[in-house]
C-alpha cells in the first residue's frame, strides 16, 4: 500500500549513499574529492530538515515558511554551546535539538487562531525576526560575520571529519541521522499521533468529534518539526565549523518547502528524494551562469505544474491506480453483528437514567435564534429522535450537546454532569460520539485508518514509546486494527479498507461514519441525519443497526427528516421547528399531531392542494 | 519635537508606499482570495521599466505609462497561469509557491538584463527639500501618500458605482452567484489582478525616484506590503491603507525611538502580537465556524 | 426547433468518484412549471447545478432553447435566458437590493438601461415588500425578503426559464403561501419555471408536472396529480417502504 | 568554461549517488602534490553583488592575456576558472573545495565579501590551497586568531589599516572635532567598527556618535538627526552606493551637511545615482582610473575596453580599486609561480615574500612578508583618498576639496 514506490527509492538512496565515500576506489580515481562529499552531506541535512517540515506540512497540514529560522536556531544553539560553553558534541546536539522544539511549540500557539496565509505570514515574521537579531546581537552572535573557529566535533575524544583518515565518520553519522530520521517519521506517520495531524488536518471538526485535542497535536507537529530542523542545524554547524545568518533566510524557507514539495509532501520518501533531486539540480543549474537563479524559479514553476503531487506522490497515484484496479469490492450486508463487537457497546450508562438532559437551552448567532428554550430528557438505552424541518436548529441543538457550540443560556449535562463549555474533544473522550449531516470523513485516509482514527483515545502507549515501537505500543496498535476491521465488517465495508475514504459512494461513506463514531465506543451516539441519501434497503439497514445498539444499552440520539423510519426506530420524539418544541412524546403521539404535518408538509391553502396526511 | 515631525513625514511616505502595495494584495485577495505572493517585484518594473524606456528615449509621462500598462499585463498573467489554476483546492500552498516562482523569474531575469545596481530615476521634484524647521520632504514623497489617498477613493468609488466594480464585489462576494446573474467570474478576477498589477507598478514608479530604480527594490517592501495587509484583514480598501501608513510611522518612531538595527524585528513582532490579538486581522470580520 | 424549452438526457453529476446524479433524463416544455421533489440528498441541487452550469455534467447532454449547451458556464447560460435561483439565495448581502436587481441584468448593463430600470419595476410590482426596502443592504432584509430579492434578480435577467431550488428552505408557511401565487402568476405569463422543492405539497400543488428523485435517480415522473396520488411518492419522499 | 566544469561535476555526483560506480572524466592522480597551472576563483558573478566580480574579472582577464602573451608561466599559460558563489558563504566555501581539490588549482583568488573570505579560513588551511583576496578588506581574513594564517594572502585594503587613514582624514577636516561613524549592519561593516574605535582612541578624540542601518534601508533620517543633534560634522563612512546614496537623501531633507569620508565601498555609480549630493564626498582607495593616469595605467585600460565591451569608460568600472588591485594581483601571482619554478602550492607560498614587482597600485617590494600582519600586501602609504567632483571620482588632488573647509 501506500509509501511503497518511496520504499524502493529510499534503499537505493541509502545503498548509494553508504558506498558513496567509496566510489574512488571502485572507479580508481580522486572521486569523490572533499568538494562532492560536502555536497552530499548537506544535502543528508537538509533531507532531515525537509523531513520535519514535511510531517508539518503533508502530515499536519499546516504550512510554515520560517523553517529556516528554526535550522538556524539549531545551528546556533550548538555553535554557541561549543564556543562559548564548551559543550561536547553530543550534548550541544542534543539541546540544539531541545531548545527549537520548545520555540516550535510556541511557534504552534498562533494555529490556535490563525490558519493558512495568517499563519503563513506569522512563520515569515518569525523567520526575518530571527535573521534579524543575528545580524545585528554582535556581541552574542558574532553579527554578520557570523561565528567562526568552531572546535571540531569529537564523540569520546574521536575526531569526526569526512576523510578517509577518520573513515569519513561523521559522513556516516549523519547518514546514522538521516536514516534515524527516516524511521522517526515512518513510525509516528503509522501510529495515532500521524492520524491524528492529518485527521486534523482534513477535517478539524471530525477530528475534535473523535476526541482529539487539534491543539495539542499541532503543538506537537511544530516541535516535532522544529526538533528535527534542530538537529540538522546542530550537523551543518559542525560540518562548516562556520555559521552567519546568510544560511538561514526566508530563501532557504522557500527551498526547503520546494524540496518537499517537490518530493511529495505527505509521503514518506518524498522529502528525501525532493532534496536530493533538488539539490542535485541546483549544482547544474549553476551552469547557467547568471540565468541560474532564473532556471531555479522556471524549475520550481515546471515541479508545481507537472507534479502537483510531488515525485514520489505522483508515482504511488499510478501504482495505487493499477493496485485498484484489481481488487474486488464486495459491500458486505449491515448491521453485521460479528464476535466481539463487546467492548464497542459495552460502555453503556446505566439504564433508566437521565443520559443527556437539556434545561432551557437557547442558542443565539447574532441576531438569529437558532435554538429556543429547548428542554430535552434523553434516557439512557433508548433512541431519542430529534426532527423537525430544515432550519428547524436540529443541528444547532447536536452541536450544542456535542460541545461545537456553546449555548447562550440554559443548562447541559451528561451522565449527570454539567458539560457546559466542555470542548469536544473532552466530551468525546467521556464517551459522545457523533456524525455530521454532511459526512466529515478524513477523504484522503484510507477506511480502514478511518476508523483507527476512533480509537485516537483508547491508546495508552506514550510517544516515546510509540516512536520505538515498543512492545505496549504494538499490542494497542494490533487491538486497534483488529477492532476497526471488526467495525469495518459490522457496517460490511471490509471490501474498502485499503480505498481512500473519499472515493467511498455516499452511502458507504455514512456507514463508515457510524463505523468511526462507533470506534470512540461511546455511551451516547447522535446521528445526524444518517439516512439522507440512503437507499430504502440502507434505511431499513439502519433502522435494525440503531435499534441493535439501543437493545445493547447504547443511547442515541437520531436527528432526521424521514418521519416513518422515526416512526420505525425511536421510542420517544422531540419536534423542533423555528428552535421551539412543538412536540414531545412517543412516536405515536407524534404521528397524529397535525402541528407536525404542518411543518413538514405545509399548509399549503392553495386552490386545488390536497395536504397528505 | 522637530525630529518627530520628521518621522511623521518620512513615516507617512514610507508608509504610503505599504499602503499603495497593501492595496494592490486586497485588490487581488477579494477576488481570487489569493494573491500574487512576489507583488513586490512587480512594484519594481513600474520604477526599473520607467527607468529603461527613458534610457531608450521615451519621455518620463510615457515611459511610465507603458511601464505601468505592461506591468497590469504582467498581472493578468500571473492570474491565467500561474494562480487560476493552483487556486481549486483549499490550501494556498499552491499559488503561494507558483507566484513565488515567478517572482524569481522575474527579479532573477531583471538583475541579468539590467544589472543589480540601482538607477536614479530623475525628477523634478527629488531635486529640493520643502523644509519645515529642522526637518523636510522631498515633493516626490509628498505625492505618495496624496497617491495612497487617492487610489483608496478610486478604488472605492470603483467598486460601488461602477458596473465591473460591483460584478467584482459580487464575485468576492460568491463566485457562484455571480456567475449565476450572468458575471464571468474568472474573468473578473483576471482584470482585478490587472489592475493590482497595474496599482503596483504605479508605486513603483513614484517611489523610484527618491530611492533609485533596482531589480531588488521590491522584496522587502513587498513582503511588508503583504503582511500589512494581512494585519489589515485584508476586508477593506481604506484599512489597508490606513495599516500600510501606521506601520510606516511606527518604523519610522521605533527607528527614532528604540533602535535602527532592530528596527524589523520589533516591527515584525509587534505584527505577529497583532494577528495574535485580532485573528482576522484589525479590520476583517470573524465568520461563524460552521460545524 | 423542438418545443422543450429545457431537456436532459443521462445527466450524471459526480464529486470525485462519488455520483450524486446517476443519469436523469428531464424535459420541461416551453411555457410549463415542473416541479422535481425527493428526501434531501437525493440529488436535486447537484442537477439544478448542473443545468445552471454551476458544474460541469460528468456525462450526459443538456439542451437548452434548442442548443447543446453541455459543459456551458454558469454566465453563458445566463445570457442564453436561463436563471437560477440558488438554493440559500446567495443574495449579494454587502450590496443595496437595488443594486442586486441591477446586477441581475449584468450582461445588458450599459446597453440598455431603460430596459433595465423598466424590468425592476416590473419586479418590484410583484413583490412590493422589496420597493420599501430598495435602497438597504440585502444583508439587512428576512429571509422571506432575501428569498424574493433572489427571484426578482433572476426575473430582471429576461429568462427563458427560471429554475428555482428549495424556495420554501427555512420559510415560514405564510411566506410560501406569498410567494407561490407569484410563480403561478409568471408562468401563465408563459415563463417557464422548474421547481425544486422539499415540501411536496406545495410543489405538487403549484405544478404541472413532477419528478421524483431518489438517490439521483427519477424513480417516478407525470402529471402532478397523478404523482400526489401515487402511495410511492410519499415512500419516496419520507423514505417509506414501497408498500407492496 | 565555468559552465562545462559545473554541470560536469553535477553529472558525477549524480551518478556517484545513483550508481556509486561514476565513470570518472579528468580523473587526477589520488596525491596530486603538482598543482595545475591555473588561478581558480570565486567572485560574486551573478546577484546583487554581480558588479563586484565583473570588477575583478576584467582585471584578471586581461593581466593573464598579457602575461601569456609574453609566454606565460614556466612556459604554459596560465588560466582562470572563475566560479560563481553570490557572495554566499557556503558557496565561496564549496568553489573553494572545487579548486583545491577537483581543479588542483596552484592559487586562488577571493570576492568582495569578507564573510565569504572568514568562512574560507579552515577549509584553505585544510586543504593548503593559498588564497589571494583583492577587495574583502575585514581585518580577519588576513589576521587570523593566534597567528594562524598561513594561506590567506590579499592585495587589497585592510580595515585596521584603513581606520586610521579615515580618521586622520577626517581629523584634518573637522572643525567641531565631532567625528562620528555610520556603518552597514554586515560583515565589513560592523567589522570595522572595532578597528574605528580604536583608531579614534589612538588619536584621542572620542566617537561623537556611531550609527547602523540595513542594507537597502531607504531612510536614515533618525540616525542623521541623531547625529546632528550630537553635533557631528564630519562622518566616516562604511556602506556602499545604494545606502550612500539613501544616507545623503536623508541629510539632505534635514539640511544636514557634514563632510563625509567613505571607505571605499562606494564606487563610481554612487555619482550616477546621488547625483549633485554626491559633490565632495571623500573615499579612500588604492586606485581611480578616472582623472590623469600614468601611461602604463591608460594602457592597461585601453586593453580592458577593448576586451571588455561593456566598459565604455572608466565610469563603468564599478570599483575601480578593486580592479586595480586585482591587476597587480595577478602579476604577483605569475611572478611567485616562477620563482617557485614549479607547480607546488608550498613552493608558490614561500615565493610569495620573495616577489619584488612595481605594480600600478604600488611597488611591492617585497610583497609579503611571513608574518601574519604583512600577508597584506598594500601599505597604508599606498592608500589614497578620492574625492567626487563633477560626477568624477578623481583623486582629491586633482579636486577642490584637497583639504578641510568644504
New interface residues.
Partial sequence: MRGRAGLVLLLLLAAALAVFPWVGDVIGERFPTSYELRLVMRAMILAIVAIGLNILVGYAGLVSLGQAALYGLGAHVAALLALRAGFPFMAALAFSVLIPAAVGAMLAFPTVRVRGVYLAVITIAFGLVFVNILREWVGFTGGASGLVGIPRPTILGERLGATRALNFNYYYLILLFLLAAVGVQAALVRSRYGRAMRAAAQSENAARALGINVVAIRTLAFSISAGFAGLGGALFTNLALFVNYETFTFTTSIELLLMVILGGSGTLAGPVVGTAVLFSATQFLQGLGQWQTFGYGVLLALVLFVLPRGIVGSLQRLMHRSVAAETSRETGHWPNWVEGLGPVTARHDDAGQSTLLARDVTLRFGGLTAVNAVNMDVRAGTVHALIGPNGAGKSSMLNVVSGFYRATSGEVSVFGENVGGLPPYVLARRGIARTFQNTELFGQMTVLENVLVGQHPHFRATFAETVLRLPRFRREERAALAEARRLLDFVGLSGFAGEEARNLPFGHQRRLEIARALALRPKLLLLDEPAAGLTHGEIEDLVALIRGLADRGMTVVLVEHHVDMIMAVSDRVTVLDYGEVIADGPPSAIQSNPKVIEAYFGNAKLPGVAVPA | MEAIVQYLLTGLSAGSVYGLIALGFYVMWSAAKAVNFTYGDVFMLGGVGTVVLMELGLPLPVAAATAIAGAAVVGAIVERVFVRPFNREANSIGWMLTTIAVGIMIESSTTATYGPLGRPLPTPLVEHPIRIGGSGIYPQELLLPVAAIAATFALEFFYKRTVLGRAMRAVSFNRVAAGLVGIDADRITLLAFAIAGGLGAFAGFLVAPVVQASASMGVIVGLKGFMVAIIAGIANARGVVIVGILYGVAEKLIEGFLSTAARDAIGFTLMILLLLLFPQGLFGRAEVRKV | MSEAILSLSGVRVAYGRIEAVRGVDLTVGRGAFVGVIGSNGAGKTSLMRAISGVLRPAGGTISFDGADVTGQKSHQMVARGLAMVPEGRMVFADQSVRDNLVLGAYSRIGKDDAGIAADIDKVLGLFPRLSERIDQLAGTLSGGEQQMLAIARGLVSRPKLLVIDELSLGLAPKILDLLFPVLTALNKEGLSILLVEQMASYALAVTERTYVMENGRVILDGPSAQVAADPRVLDAYLGRRGAA | M???R??G??????L?????????TA????A?QRAQPCIGASWE???????TGMTIRIAVETALDEINAAGGVLGQPLRLIA??DVG???RA??NA??I???DNCIVMMGGFR??NA??L??PLA??ELPWMGVISA?T?VIEH?NNANKWMFRVSMKDRWVAPFLVEAAKARSRSGKIALVFE???????AVPDVERAMAAANTPLAGK????I????????M?RL??AGVDTIIFYGV??EA??ML??M????YKPTIISAWGIGV?FA??A?PLAEGVLVAGTYTWMGDLPPRAAGVLQRIQAKFPQIASAADI?LPSGTANAYDATYIIAEAIKLAGRFDRDAFRQALFRVNYEGIVANYAPAFEPRQERHDAILPASYKLFAFHNGAMLPVEQTPFRQAAR
Fill in positions: 565555468a559552465t562545462d559545473f554541470s561535476s553535477g553529472r558525477r555526483l549524480l556517484g549517488l545513483v550508481s556509486a560506480a561514476a565513470i570518472g580523473a587526477l592522480p589520488a596530486a558573478l551573478t546577484g546583487p553583488l554581480a558588479h566560479y560563481d554566499e558563504p557556503a566555501v564549496d573545495r572545487r583545491g581539490e577537483r569578507t564573510p572568514i568562512a579560513r579552515d585544510e586543504m575585514g580577519g586568531p549592519g554586515t560583515a565589513w561593516g560592523q567589522g550609527e547602523t542601518f540595513n537597502a534601508d531607504q531612510d536614515m533620517s533618525a540616525q538627526i546632528r543633534d552606493d545604494r546614496t539613501n537623501r536623508s539632505d531633507r534635514l539640511g555609480q550616477r545615482t547625483g564599478p
